[in-house]
C-alpha cells in the first residue's frame, strides 16, 4: 500500500540528498518517505513515526556497539522507511553490523557527505513530499466536487457507482442498508459476480475500516475492496469495488472514502425527506381513517397528491412488527427500527407499486390502504387481498427472516367514506391475532369466526361472568395444584375429543388424561358427552383467550 510521499528510488534519480550515496539495503527502494526525523539522541526509536526518512551522525551510539547493531531492526520494525549516516566526525566508518542488517532487511541506508547540513538535505526532500501532498489533495478535491455534483444536481447511488467505476476503472457496487437495495455500476457485473459473491460481501464484521477480500468463483480469483458507508457512528451500508489484483493504491482508497461520505450524505437526505413525507401521508390517513366524518370527507377531497383515487375501492391492512430476534448491534437501537421499518416500507412499495397501494406507518405498524378491483364480490375481495398479504410475508420473511409479524386485513365496503370500518375490523384483527399468538401468519377479519362476537363484547360483565362459571374453577386448581387441567381440557377441543391424540400431543400417558378429563368434570360440573357442555367450555375457552388478566383480576366472582 503507497502512501503520499516519494520513493527512495525518486530520492536516487533527482538527487535529492545530493552527493549521497546508497550503499545498503538497495532492494527497498520503492520504500515511500513521507517525513524527514534526525536523530541525536538514544532514545530516537521512541519519537520515530512510520515513513520516516532519518537523518543521524550516530553520535549518541558511537560508543555502543550493541545499540548500533540494534538501530536498523528497530527502525524497521517501526516502519520507517530509510536511513541516511554522516560518517568522519564521530564514527570514522559506518558500522559493518549496520551495512548487514540493512542489506538483510532491504531497509535503504544512505551514507551522506560529511559537508552537506542536514538542512540542506532535509529541505529539497520535505518540498517534493509537500508538492505531492498538495497535488494529491487537488485531485481528491476534484474527485470530491466531481461526487457531490452527482447529489446536488439529484442524482443518487446509482450515478455514483457509474462514476466511481470510471474513476477507478473497477466494477463497483453500493449496498445500503437504510432501504435495503443494491446498486450497480453496470448491469453485466451482476451476472458476472455470482450469488456466493454477494452472499460473502453480504455479511457483516462492524469494522469502521475499509478490508480486502481475496474471492473465488467460477470466473477466478479477484479481490473486494469493502469500504463502510458510516456517519454519526452509524453504518448505513457498505461500498464494493472488484478487482483483478490487488492493487488498490492509496490515492483510489481516499476515493472511495470521498464516496463513501457522500454516500453517506445522500442517504440521511433522502431518509430526511422520507421522514417529512411519511408523516404528511400519516396526517392524511389519519383524517381519512377517523371516526369524524368531517375530517373524511376533507382528506378524501385532498388525497389526490398522496396518490389517493376517491372513486376507487380500498381494504385496509395493519402489519405489526413484533420482535426482532437477534440482538440490534447498531449504537442506537432505535435507529436500527426506523431502518428495519425503511425497509420493510421500500419492500411494500416495490410489490404494490403498481397496485397504487398507499403506505405509511404509526408506531411499529405499518397501514395500507389496497385498491381493489371494481364490481368484486365479499369473498372474491377477501382472496384478492389475502393472496397479496401472503406474498408480502413472503418477501418480508425473506429479506428480513429474523424478525416477527402479524398482518391482519379488514372488511371490504364499497363506500369510501366507510373506509375507516375497514380500518377498524384491521384493528380488532390484530389485537385478535396478538392475543392468539398468530405470529407470521395472515389473518382477515371476516375469519375469525366467533371471536369477532366476543371482541365486540370484551368489556360486558356477562363475558367475566361466563369465564369465571367454566374456566376460572380450573385456573383456580392448576394454580394451587401445579397441575395441567386447563392445558388438558385446550388439547381436548383441539383434537376433537379423541384422547389417544391428546396423550401423545402433551407427552403423558393415556390413563394420565382419563384421570384429568375426569377431573375437570367433577370440577365443572359437567358432561364432556352433553353437547351443550361441550359448547359453553369451548365458548368459555376463546373468552379466556380474548379477556386479558387484568380484566379478570378486576371483576372476580
Not at 261 to 279: D, H, P
Not at 383 to 408: F, G, H, M, R, W
Request: include cysteine.
Amino acid at each position: 500500500m503507497d502512501r503520499i510521499g516519494i520513493t527512495v528510488k525518486e530520492v536516487l534519480e533527482k538527487r535529492l540528498l545530493g552527493n549521497a550515496e546508497l550503499i545498503a539495503g538497495k532492494s527497498g527502494i520503492n520504500r515511500v518517505i513521507t517525513r524527514v526525523n534526525i536523530m541525536e539522541v538514544p532514545d530516537i526509536i521512541n519519537w520515530v513515526k512510520p515513513g520516516e526518512l532519518l537523518l543521524t551522525t550516530v553520535y549518541s551510539i558511537k560508543d555502543d556497539y550493541d545499540a548500533q547493531k540494534a538501530l536498523i531492526p528497530a527502525l524497521n520494525s517501526k516502519g520507517l522507511a530509510a536511513i541516511g549516516i554522516k560518517p568522519g566526525r564521530y564514527i570514522k566508518e559506518i558500522p559493518e553490523a549496520m551495512i548487514q542488517a540493512a542489506d538483510k532487511l532491504g531497509f535503504p541506508l544512505f551514507k551522506l557527505p560529511l559537508e552537506a547540513s542536514f538542512s540542506d538535505l532535509m529541505l529539497p526532500i520535505l518540498h517534493e513530499i509537500f508538492d505531492k501532498q498538495a497535488s494529491f489533495l487537488q485531485r481528491l478535491d476534484e474527485v470530491h466536487g466531481k461526487l457531490m455534483n452527482i447529489v446536488i444536481n439529484g442524482g443518487g447511488l446509482k450515478e455514483i457507482a457509474v462514476t466511481l467505476s470510471d474513476l477507478l476503472k473497477a466494477n463497483i457496487m453500493i449496498k445500503e442498508e437504510v432501504f435495503g437495495n443494491f446498486y450497480y455500476s453496470s448491469d453485466e457485473m451482476r451476472s458476472k459476480y455470482n450469488d456466493a459473491v454477494i452472499k460473502l460481501i453480504g455479511k457483516k464484521n462492524g469494522s469502521f475500516e475499509y478490508e480486502i477480500m481475496e474471492v473465488q468463483n467460477g470466473i477466478g480469483t479477484f479481490f473486494i475492496i469493502k469500504v463502510p458507508i458510516m456517519a454519526a457512528g452509524q453504518n448505513y451500508g457498505e461500498i464494493y469495488v472488484f478487482k483483478e489484483k490487488n492493487d488498490i493504491t492509496n490515492f483510489e482508497i481516499n476515493i472511495i472514502e470521498r464516496a463513501s461520505t457522500i454516500s453517506a450524505f445522500y442517504l440521511i437526505k433522502e431518509i430526511a425527506a422520507k421522514e417529512v413525507e411519511m408523516r404528511y401521508r400519516s396526517g392524511f390517513i389519519d383524517d381519512l381513517l377517523s371516526f369524524d366524518a368531517d375530517k373524511r370527507s376533507i382528506s378524501a377531497e385532498r388525497g389526490a397528491i398522496f396518490g389517493f383515487d376517491a372513486s376507487k375501492q380500498y381494504t385496509v391492512i395493519l402489519l405489526e412488527i413484533k420482535k426482532i430476534e437477534k440482538e440490534l448491534k447498531n449504537i442506537n437501537e432505535n435507529s436500527e427500527l426506523v431502518r428495519l421499518k425503511n425497509r420493510i416500507i421500500n419492500i411494500l412499495n416495490n410489490l404494490l407499486q403498481e397496485k397504487n397501494a398507499i403506505i405509511t406507518t404509526k408506531l411499529d405498524t405499518m397501514i395500507i390502504l389496497l385498491p381493489v378491483p371494481d364490481k368484486i364480490s365479499d369473498a372474491e375481495s377477501r382472496n384478492y387481498t389475502k393472496k397479496y398479504c401472503y406474498e408480502i410475508l413472503k418477501k418480508i420473511k425473506e429479506s428480513l427472516p429474523d424478525i416477527t409479524l402479524i398482518i391482519a386485513i379488514g372488511r371490504f365496503y364499497r363506500n369510501i367514506t366507510d373506509i375507516y370500518k375497514s380500518y377498524q375490523d384491521a384493528r380488532k384483527a390484530l389485537m385478535i391475532g396478538n392475543v392468539l399468538q398468530k405470529y407470521n401468519e395472515v389473518i382477515h377479519f371476516d375469519d375469525l369466526g366467533i371471536f369477532r362476537l366476543l371482541y365486540q363484547n370484551a368489556e360486558e360483565d356477562e363475558l367475566i361472568k361466563f369465564y369465571n362459571e367454566y374456566i376460572d374453577p380450573i385456573v383456580k386448581y392448576d394454580e394451587k395444584h401445579g397441575t395441567e387441567l386447563l392445558k388438558t381440557l385446550e388439547a381436548y377441543f383441539k383434537c376433537n375429543g379423541n384422547l389417544k391424540q391428546i396423550s401423545k400431543d402433551l407427552f403423558t400417558h393415556y390413563n394420565t388424561i382419563i384421570y384429568r378429563i375426569q377431573r375437570i368434570q367433577e370440577i365443572l360440573g359437567v358432561n364432556l358427552e352433553n353437547a351443550r357442555d361441550r359448547l359453553n367450555l369451548e365458548v368459555a375457552l376463546q373468552i379466556y383467550k380474548i379477556l386479558d388478566r387484568k380484566q379478570i383480576s378486576d371483576n372476580p366472582r
